[in-house]
């Protein structure tokens, strides 16, 4: 269910480059495992990144669904794969739980979005002085 001022910045699945790239390790025998992956991605996982929250539709079948807020982020961490052209992305949470992204096409924009939308711990106020386990008002 989509907020009424909910915008939708990407839908969709992984980079077809990685599917190109993983089909072409195939041919040998150390890159089937590969490839069966990137088969696997290609088919069932999808990825929905909006304004609010980011949805992520994977495992066998698709079965494996995932939410979560962009305000429960706390760091994103990203590195580039097949020559830069997509890449993946770890987003690690308030909790310390790490999510993963894979094949992300495009990534280095996504990273950008994700993180203008996200509220920073910065940016919100402390309206109480903590000290030890009690508060001060």
């Known amino acids: ?17 990685d599917l190109i790239i993983n089909l072409l390790a195939g041919i040998t025998i150390l890159g089937l495992p590969f490839t069966f992956a ?3 991605r290609a088919l069932w996982l999808r990825y929905k990144i909006t304004n609010k929250r980011i949805s992520i539709d994977g495992g066998w079948f ?11 982020i706390e760091e994103i961490r990203s590195i580039p794969r097949g020559f830069g052209s997509y890449g993946d992305m770890v987003l690690i949470l308030n909790d310390g739980s790490k999510v993963e992204m894979k094949s992300l096409p495009l990534f280095r924009e996504k990273q950008q979005f994700i993180e203008t939308n996200m509220i920073k711990k910065s940016q919100i106020q402390n309206l109480k002085v903590v000290e030890g386990f009690a508060t001060k008002s």
């Open 1 to 17: 269910m989509i907020n009424m001022n909910e915008e939708t910045f990407y839908e969709g699945g992984p980079a077809k480059s």
């Open 38 to 40: 990137a088969i696997v």
């Open 62 to 72: 698709g079965k494996n669904k995932t939410q979560l807020s962009l305000n429960k």
